[in-house]
């Protein structure tokens, strides 16, 4: 049986806890060097390893054994480091489809597409192995394909037949890597101004052209990175890294249907979280599954509907493999929880200016216990009304905010959440530190974390504050499908236990449907005047927002997970017409 044995040495902080985990190893009290030392790195020969698993009992943060069925005999396309962390089989292109991926963070889709883009060069776990040319390296591609799709594959990428335009995930590295004008950096790959003008209309971002790339915001740097990735009128071949993350719904819908028209009769990949886009914008679809840090695994190529059923039920039929212990599961007419609670805080008329920009605020209240849902496109003052909320308080009730963008320092996770009073109570490990997996960050400095680990950090050290009002903005960005339920979870049972009062803002709908007891709806006119309407119930939240941004969803069939209607449909046209557009 083939054995993965993976060992996080960062997280062995000391050298006698190695020397006491190697002494435990049966295989080496036996006189064999199965656990052994590279100067301070202890290190597992897989070939001696019995997979007996006293070793991961006792450090389980940092060592994980594998075994893999039999017929997982292929080496990884890709190991990082020995004993480190790999990922198996390379995607399908599709000429004419869109191929999607869904799966978990951290179980190496980006390392995947990156290899197929040819942006990272596949070491097949030999650590050893240096390419001296790219001739030498498509050899090594082609000796590892030979008759398969993915050989034509590499030929025509080798022979520049196949042209990649890649939209990467870390857009908030752009400002880093690129100064000036977002036109001088569009420029760098399309050279008629019309035409950039068109794309950058069509993405509304033709009003921020001349702005210095340092002063977008999250929702525009994304806008922005898509525009350069289709204005490149040589590809062929689209590799888009998660393309929602700060967009609201209107621009996630529209950015989608962009692509779609865009990629036409060529070919893209892409990796997204947002079930709703990714379930509009694919033909088929490859499941990712595995352990985060320690191996991903990609499974067959499936009809997209199936396979995105498939993995909400946690069990690939092609490959017989479970890879979550319970599915994920939806409700038709999900919690419509419209229960009359009392008032714990009021708030009244008002109207907050921020320079040419203003927000008309309407009278409002919110329950102990209760999650306020807040939606609305872009630019319209959701964050400003949270901004303001943290500024002048509500009434005299103590307020913990996370900001949509999260600060990031130096310092330990474990020393900002350790100094914090909750952090040692046993309600918050078990209900908030456990299920946000807290334990896996705590040696890490807050700098060094992925966006999903910040995400997670952040609305951990929220939660953990001593405060009667809770803010969170945007608190599914960077998280996969999984986490989001985990963190939706874990907020409202935060909020009903300890009888809280809370407001979320997202653009994941069916986030928001599932955590949400009401909503407060903003509309307007994006940057120059949004009108915050008072918390209604869900579906007449649901039904103004999606009014506003034209959209109606159905629900499939055996999952019961919310699916946009195609624009002009008879679903559409009939929803419409009934006035429902969520619950349908
Ligand atoms: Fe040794 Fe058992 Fe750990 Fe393998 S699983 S390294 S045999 S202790």
């Not at 980006?110 to 001296?132: H, M, Q, R």
């Not at 204005?231 to 209107?250: H, I, P």
């Not at 605020?361 to 919110?366: A, D, M, N, T």
């Not at 103004?544 to 002009?568: A, C, M, Q, W, Y």
Request: charged share 30%; with cysteine; proline share 3%.
């Amino acid at each position: 049986m083939p054995r993965l044995a993976v060992i996080d040495n960062e997280k062995l902080k000391q050298m006698s806890d190695k020397l006491h985990i190697q002494s435990l190893c049966p295989v080496n009290r036996r006189g064999s060097d199965c656990m052994y030392f590279e100067g301070e790195k202890l290190l597992i020969d897989e070939i001696l390893c019995i997979g007996c698993g006293i070793c991961v009992k006792a450090a389980p943060h940092a060592i994980s054994i594998i075994n893999l069925p039999d017929e997982d005999k292929n080496p990884p396309i890709h190991q990082y480091g020995k004993n480190g962390f790999r990922v198996f089989n390379l995607p399908f292109v599709e000429e004419n489809k869109i191929v999607g991926i869904l799966g978990k963070n951290g179980i190496g889709k980006s390392t995947v597409i990156s290899v197929l883009a040819g942006l990272l060069e596949a070491n097949f776990g030999n650590l050893e192995k240096t390419y001296d040319s790219k001739e030498e390296y498509f050899n090594e591609l082609f000796a590892n394909y030979k008759g398969t799709v993915l050989q034509q594959y590499f030929t025509s990428l080798q022979k520049q037949d196949i042209k990649v335009a890649f939209k990467p995930q870390q857009i908030i590295q752009i400002p880093q890597k690129f100064k000036g004008s977002v036109i001088s950096l569009l420029k760098n790959i399309e050279k008629d101004v019309t035409k950039i003008e068109e794309r950058a209309k069509s993405l509304n971002i033709n009003q921020i052209l001349e702005r210095d790339i340092s002063h977008l915001s999250g929702g525009e740097l994304q806008r922005v990175a898509l525009c350069a990735c289709l204005l490149k009128e040589s590809a062929n071949f689209f590799v888009l890294d998660e393309v929602t993350n700060y967009l609201d719904v209107y621009e996630r819908l529209n950015s989608a249907q962009i692509i779609k028209d865009v990629v036409g009769d060529k070919s893209a990949l892409v990796v997204e979280h947002d079930l709703v886009i990714l379930d509009f914008l694919i033909d088929n679809i490859h499941l990712m599954y595995g352990k985060s840090g320690v191996y991903g695994k990609l499974t067959n190529i499936k009809n997209a509907r199936l396979g995105v059923n498939e993995y909400l039920e946690g069990y690939s039929k092609d490959e017989n493999v479970q890879f979550r212990d319970k599915p994920i599961t939806f409700h038709k007419d999900s919690v419509l929880d419209e229960q009359v609670r009392d008032t714990y805080v009021k708030w009244s008329n008002e109207v907050v200016q921020r320079g040419e920009f203003s927000v008309e605020i309407k009278e409002g209240h919110i329950s102990k216990g209760e999650i306020i849902g807040i939606i609305g496109r872009n630019a319209l003052g959701k964050s400003t009304f949270m901004n303001h909320v943290n500024e002048v308080g509500l009434e005299d009730k103590v307020i913990s905010y996370k900001e949509q963008l999260i600060k990031r320092t130096d310092d330990l996770v474990l020393s900002v959440l350790g100094s914090l009073n909750n952090y040692s109570d046993p309600f918050f490990k078990l209900y908030i530190l456990d299920p946000l997996k807290i334990d896996e960050l705590e040696e890490k400095q807050v700098d060094q974390l992925s966006g999903g680990e910040l995400q997670r950090f952040a609305i951990a050290k929220c939660l953990l504050e001593d405060a009667h009002v809770f803010l969170l903005d945007e608190p599914t960005a960077f998280l996969d499908v999984e986490d989001r339920l985990v963190i939706a979870k874990v907020i409202r049972n935060f909020v009903e236990l300890r009888e809280k009062a809370c407001f979320v803002i997202d653009h994941d709908l069916i986030f928001m449907d599932y955590i949400s007891h009401r909503l407060m709806v903003f509309d307007g006119q994006p940057s120059i005047k949004g009108v915050a309407h008072s918390p209604t119930g869900m579906r007449d939240g649901m039904n103004h927002f999606l009014r506003e941004v034209d959209i109606t969803f159905r629900r499939e069939e055996h999952s019961k997970r919310p699916r946009i209607n195609k624009k002009g449909s008879v679903k559409d046209n009939e929803q419409k017409k009934a006035g429902e557009y969520y619950y349908s």
